[in-house]
Every structure is written in structure tokens, then in C-alpha cells.
């Protein structure tokens, strides 16, 4: 029985997508570096910026030394662009006050930075409708390791098999199954809304229901 939900945010509550893109590349083009959209969706979908530029020096010869500043100009050139683009949408506002008023508990867990974090559901008008939210900065290793997802389901107080995470990348599903909880995948923002989520709710309900034996 689905006690609680977890949603990601970049990709699930929030379309941000290319906005980290064109914020990483705004950065990297300061020191005649640049990925391609294609190359971004395949190897950094939903890492961490820091993670992003770790792998960018491992295997494409950015200097490590330039990450922090990167790194701090990217989040910047971010924020920006959230604060002229990121508005409430008012799909995802009704589901969410739907399911709380169900019972649910909802809470968020990202890939980003705390101060993204913050200031983007602040832009979207969620954050009074989550028990809480964790970011990157709360946890040692980020998605793809399942340590975000199970701090989350510990602060619920609820069991793994309990809580329904909502998810859109491939890390961010690979976290939340090593983390023992169930998946509703979403290939846009379009797809976070109350019939879907609650589909799978039934869903899961059906699957964990009491087998019968055919004789």
C-alpha cells in the first residue's frame, strides 16, 4: 500500500532540462569548451553539475582546476534563466493538493544544488505542499546511488515498498529501485499528473495484492 511520494524535480516538477544545458555550455564556452545536446542527454542526464565536470576532465581533458568556477558560474546562469522561464503549472499543483488531500506525504528529491532547489519550488509555488525536500548537498553520493532515495523514505517513516517515487532519467529510476521503492517513469513534465500517478498506485496495488493458485 503507497503510503508516501517522492518526486525528482528537474524533468518531473520543474521542465529544466535545457536549461541545464545551456547553462553548463554558457559556462564551459568561457574557457573554449562546449557538449553537444545530443552528447548531454546521453552521458549527463541528470548528474550532478560537479559529476558532469569531473567526467568532462576525466575523459575530455577539462582542466579540474576550473570546475569550481564553472560549477558556480553555471548554477548562476541557471537561477537566471528559472527566474524569467519557472512559473507554477497548474497541472502539477492540483495533483499534488489532490494527493495530499488524499493523505499521501510528498516530498522531493534532487540531483540539484539546495539553493536550486529551494528557489525553484518556491518559483513553482510546490514547496508548501511538500514535507520536505533534499538536494545533492544532503547526501555523500548523488543519483545514481539509491543513499538520496533512502534518506528520504527513512524521513517518511514509511517502508520502501510504501513509498512511489516519480522519476524521468535512467539514474534517477536506478536509485529509487536499489532504494526498494516503486517506480512511476515520466518522459516529460506533461506526464506528472493525477490520473497517471494514480494509475500506478492501482497498479502497484493489483501487483501486491494476494496471489491465487491455479490448481
Known amino acids: ?16 532540462k535545457q536549461w ?3 547553462a553548463l555550455n554558457t559556462a564551459l564556452e568561457l574557457f ?6 545530443f552528447e548531454h542527454h546521453q552521458r549527463f542526464d541528470g548528474l550532478p553539475t560537479r559529476e558532469k565536470l569531473r ?6 581533458g577539462f582542466p579540474h582546476t576550473l570546475s569550481d568556477f564553472v560549477n558556480e558560474m553555471k548554477q548562476h546562469c541557471l537561477l537566471e534563466t528559472a527566474e524569467r522561464l519557472c512559473q507554477p503549472n497548474p497541472v ?13 506525504d510528498l516530498a522531493l528529491a534532487s ?8 528557489r525553484l519550488m518556491q518559483l513553482t509555488s510546490l514547496n508548501s505542499l511538500l514535507s520536505f525536500t533534499l538536494s545533492n548537498e544532503d547526501v ?3 543519483k545514481p546511488s539509491p543513499e538520496i532515495y533512502s534518506l528520504a523514505i527513512k524521513r517518511l517513516g514509511v517502508f520502501p515498498n510504501e513509498c512511489l517515487v516519480v522519476e524521468d532519467g535512467d539514474y534517477g529510476v536506478a536509485a529509487a529501485k536499489a532504494a526498494g521503492a516503486n517506480v512511476l517513469r515520466v518522459e516529460t513534465v ?3 499528473n493525477y490520473n497517471n500517478v494514480r494509475n500506478r498506485i492501482e497498479e502497484i496495488k493489483r501487483e501486491s495484492g494476494p496471489k491465487t493458485s491455479v490448481a
Open 32 to 37: 573554449g569548451y562546449r557538449i553537444s545536446q
Open 92 to 104: 502539477h499543483l492540483e495533483t499534488l493538493e489532490t494527493l495530499r488531500s488524499e493523505g499521501y
Open 55 to 60: 567526467i568532462l576532465a576525466k575523459e575530455n
Open 190 to 192: 506533461r506526464d506528472v
Open 140 to 142: 555523500s553520493q548523488p
Open 111 to 118: 540531483n540539484s544544488i539546495r539553493r536550486s532547489v529551494d
Open 1 to 16: 500500500m503507497i503510503k508516501a511520494i517522492i518526486f525528482d524535480m528537474d524533468g518531473v516538477l520543474v521542465d529544466a
Open 20 to 22: 541545464h544545458f545551456e
